[in-house]
């Protein structure tokens, strides 16, 4: 079973801050990569994801991969209490099918 | 706007009662995915299907089917309920590897 590994948390920052979300997979030919975020009853949403090595930023939202380490990871800056939620890692096994991580716990307190 | 809706949102049943779960999007899109949720385990998925008449089984496909008579749904049946499949329950689509979720259903097996 190829795997998605991520600190479950919770992760706390203060308001402000810079949050570093880390995530590890086992597959070494993985190509795609996700990051979700899931509020507490709600459904998983679309972040950001990457493709290839390096950081692809999107506002305050910064990914980055290193696939010789097999890493992935999401940085927020300027972390708001609204972004407190649950991040998932998600990465594609082949064929367009996600492989999730069981998620880490953000918590912003003002 | 184009969407993903699932119902019910919410439901109870008994063991051993066939249950179907609906996914409908108007997206066009031809992945289809549904997961379960489950505290400690993230989202696993369950069956998935890439165009009409397409089906595969993820996962944790044991006790579930799905069908794909069109592209704008693909429903999920549990044959025989049980305990076990009290979960959280989200289907996905996707136009390739970024998949977009619905809001959920809260199935509890009693």
């Known amino acids: 079973q190829k795997e998605v590994e991520q600190n479950s948390g919770p992760l706390s920052v203060p308001e402000g801050a810079i949050a570093s979300l880390n995530c590890t997979y086992s597959d070494r030919g993985s190509q795609s990569f996700f990051w979700y975020r899931q509020y507490s009853g709600k459904s998983p949403e679309l972040i950001m994801f990457i493709y290839s090595n390096g950081d692809k930023e999107d506002g305050r939202f910064t990914a980055q991969l290193n696939k010789a380490s097999q890493y992935v990871s999401l940085l927020i800056r300027d972390s708001q209490p609204s972004d407190s939620a649950t991040y998932l890692c998600?990465?594609?096994?082949?064929?367009?099918?996600?492989?999730f991580g069981t998620g880490t716990r953000l918590l912003v307190s003002p | 706007d184009a969407e993903i809706t699932q119902s019910p949102r919410h439901k109870i049943t008994e063991t051993g009662r066939q249950v179907t779960l609906a996914c409908h999007q108007t997206w066009n899109h031809n992945n289809m995915f549904w997961y379960r949720q489950d505290l400690g385990h993230g989202l696993r998925l369950i069956h998935y299907?890439?165009?009409?008449?397409?089906?595969n089984k993820g996962e944790v496909s044991d006790g579930y089917s799905v069908s794909r008579s069109n592209t704008e749904d693909l429903p999920l049946t549990l044959e025989s309920a049980a305990s076990s499949q009290t979960s959280v329950y989200f289907c996905?689509?996707?136009?390739?590897?970024?998949?977009?979720f619905g809001q959920g259903t809260r199935l509890t097996v009693v």
């Open positions: 299907s890439y165009g009409v008449h397409d089906t």
């Open positions: 996905a689509s996707s136009p390739g590897s970024e998949a977009f």
């Open positions: 998600a990465v594609d096994q082949g064929f367009q099918k996600l492989v």
